[in-house]
C-alpha cells in the first residue's frame, strides 16, 4: 500500500515460516492499527483529525508571520492548524524549491507565500488554485488596487495579497532642505553638493540582479510607457524606454554615483546612507528604523519624499514588492487553506506584520490606523506611491525577462539608451516566444 503523505508506509510483508493461525490474526490487526495511524498522522495534528495546513512563506525573523499562524490555528476552533514554513532567504531560492515541490505535485504544501512576479507563471503551471465566489469577494474587499494586479492572470485571481512595498527618495534634510522633484533636480543638487566638497552620492541599486530591472521599470512607467504591451504578448518599450536608459547611464557617469554603484543592492545602500557619505537615497521604509537604530544623530536630518519623477508633468510611478498568498493545486485541504490565507492576511495581522515586520499592508482601511501611523510616520507618502505604482510585467515568462534587462543594463555606466532598448526589445520577444538563449 503506497502513502502519499511522505510518511514510510507500514510493510505488509510475512514471513514464510509456519505460524499458528492466532498468531497470524494478531499480527494482521496490529498491522491494520498501525497502517491506520500512521495515515491519520500524516492527515491530520498528531492524530486528532485536526488537519495541518503548511504555510511556506520568507523567513521571518520579526516573529509577525509565526504569531499570524498561531491566532489563526487559534481562531479556527480546532477544525486546523497552520504551521508555518520557512522558506529559504534568498527569492530565487524560494522560487526554486518551490516550483521543484508543485511540479512534483507534492501535496505536503498548502499555502504558499509568492513573490509578486510569481502568480502568472503558477497559475499557468496549474500549481495554484483560483480564487472565486465568496473568497475572491474577500479577498478584494477594502484591497489595493495595484497589488491585486499582481495576484491576477487573465483577468483571474489566483492569490491575495498578504503584504507590499514601494520605494521613496530618503535625503538628508541638512543638505537638501527641500527635496528634488525629478531626477534631473536631484543630479544637479548632487552636482553642487560634491563641487562644495559635501556628501552628495545618490544610493541606489545598480547590481546586475532583480532591484536594477525594478529601477528600470520605474523610470519606464513613470514615463509614461510599458515594458510589455497590455496583453503581455510583445515588449512595449520605445521612447519611454530609451529615456529610462538615458536616466540610468547619466546617473551613472555622474558626481552622483557611489564608486560601488554597480555592486550595490538595497542593504548596501542602506549602509552607505547611514555611513554619511550619501545626500540621498532610492530605498524602501526598512532605512528609517534602521537609521533611527544605527546613527541616531544623521536620523535627526533624516527624511523621506515621493519618488523622483522623470518630467515635471507626470507623476511617478515606482514598482511596487510584497508577497501575496496562494493556494496548492495540490492541497488536500484547499476550502480549509483558502480561509486561512484569508486570515493570515486579515486586519490584526498584517497590522502586526507592519509594525513588528516592517511589511507595508495591502488592505487601504490600516493606512488611516492611529498606530500603524505612529510607526510609520511617511505613511501617507507610501499609500500615495502605492495607488499610484506600477507593476513589473506579469508574464508567466517574467524570469526570463528580468534577466534580459538587468544583464544588459549592466554596469549602468556602459548603457547605450537606443541600442541597450533594441537589444531588450530583442531578447524579450525571442523569451515570450521561447526562442533564443536567455544571458
Request: glycine share 6%; with cysteine.
Amino acid at each position: 500500500m503506497r502513502v502519499t503523505c511522505g510518511c514510510r508506509p507500514v510493510s505488509a510483508s510475512t514471513r514464510k515460516r509456519r505460524r499458528p493461525r492466532g498468531a497470524r490474526r494478531t499480527r494482521a490487526l496490529v498491522a491494520l492499527a498501525l497502517l491506520a495511524s500512521t495515515l491519520a498522522a500524516c492527515g491530520d495534528d498528531g492524530g486528532s483529525g485536526r488537519p495541518t495546513l503548511n504555510w511556506y512563506n520568507f523567513p521571518d525573523d520579526s516573529g509577525a508571520l509565526q504569531t499570524a499562524a498561531d491566532r489563526c490555528s487559534k481562531a479556527s476552533g480546532g477544525r486546523y492548524r497552520i504551521n508555518y514554513s520557512k522558506l529559504p532567504r534568498g527569492a530565487d531560492d524560494q522560487r526554486q524549491q518551490l516550483v521543484r515541490r508543485l511540479a512534483a505535485e507534492d501535496d505536503s504544501i498548502d499555502i504558499m507565500g509568492l513573490d509578486v512576479t510569481w502568480a502568472a507563471e503558477f497559475a499557468e503551471a496549474r500549481w495554484i488554485r483560483e480564487w472565486t465566489g465568496e473568497n475572491k469577494r474577500r479577498a478584494t474587499e477594502g484591497t489595493l488596487e495595484v497589488p491585486l494586479r499582481t495576484a491576477t492572470w487573465k483577468d483571474k485571481l489566483y492569490a491575495v495579497p498578504y503584504n507590499t512595498n514601494t520605494q521613496l527618495l530618503w535625503y538628508r534634510k541638512d543638505l537638501v532642505p527641500t527635496p528634488p522633484r525629478t531626477w534631473d533636480e536631484m543630479l544637479k543638487m548632487a552636482r553642487d553638493l560634491a563641487r562644495q566638497g559635501k556628501p552628495h552620492y545618490v544610493e541606489i541599486q545598480g547590481a546586475q540582479y532583480e532591484g536594477l530591472t525594478v529601477w528600470f521599470n520605474s523610470l519606464v512607467n513613470s514615463a509614461g510607457g510599458s515594458i510589455l504591451n497590455a496583453s503581455a504578448t510583445a515588449p512595449s518599450l520605445g521612447p519611454p524606454a530609451v529615456r529610462a536608459a538615458t536616466i540610468m547611464r547619466d546617473l551613472a557617469n555622474s558626481p552622483a554615483a557611489d564608486p560601488s554603484l554597480p555592486n550595490q543592492m538595497e542593504d548596501q545602500n542602506r549602509l552607505a546612507m547611514e555611513s554619511g557619505v550619501a545626500a540621498f537615497e532610492i530605498n524602501y521604509p526598512f532605512v528609517y528604523p534602521s537609521m533611527k537604530a544605527n546613527n541616531p544623530k544623521l536620523f535627526k536630518n533624516f527624511r523621506w519624499a515621493p519618488y523622483p519623477r522623470v518630467d515635471a508633468g507626470r507623476p511617478s510611478r515606482p514598482t511596487i514588492g510584497g508577497i501575496d498568498l496562494a493556494v496548492s493545486e495540490h492541497s488536500r485541504h484547499p476550502d480549509l487553506a483558502f480561509e486561512a490565507a484569508l486570515c493570515l492576511r486579515n486586519r490584526e495581522n498584517q497590522l502586526t506584520a507592519a509594525i513588528d515586520g516592517g511589511l507595508p499592508p495591502t488592505l487601504r482601511s490600516i493606512y488611516d490606523d492611529p498606530a500603524f501611523m505612529k510607526e510609520y510616520p511617511f505613511s501617507k507618502e507610501v499609500l500615495a506611491a502605492l495607488e499610484s505604482a506600477s507593476v513589473r510585467p506579469v508574464t508567466p515568462a517574467y524570469q526570463n525577462v528580468s534577466i534580459v534587462i538587468s544583464h544588459t543594463l549592466s554596469p549602468p555606466s556602459a548603457i547605450k539608451p537606443e541600442s541597450s532598448v533594441a537589444t531588450i526589445e530583442g531578447q524579450i520577444d525571442d523569451a515570450l516566444k521561447s526562442e533564443g538563449v536567455i544571458p
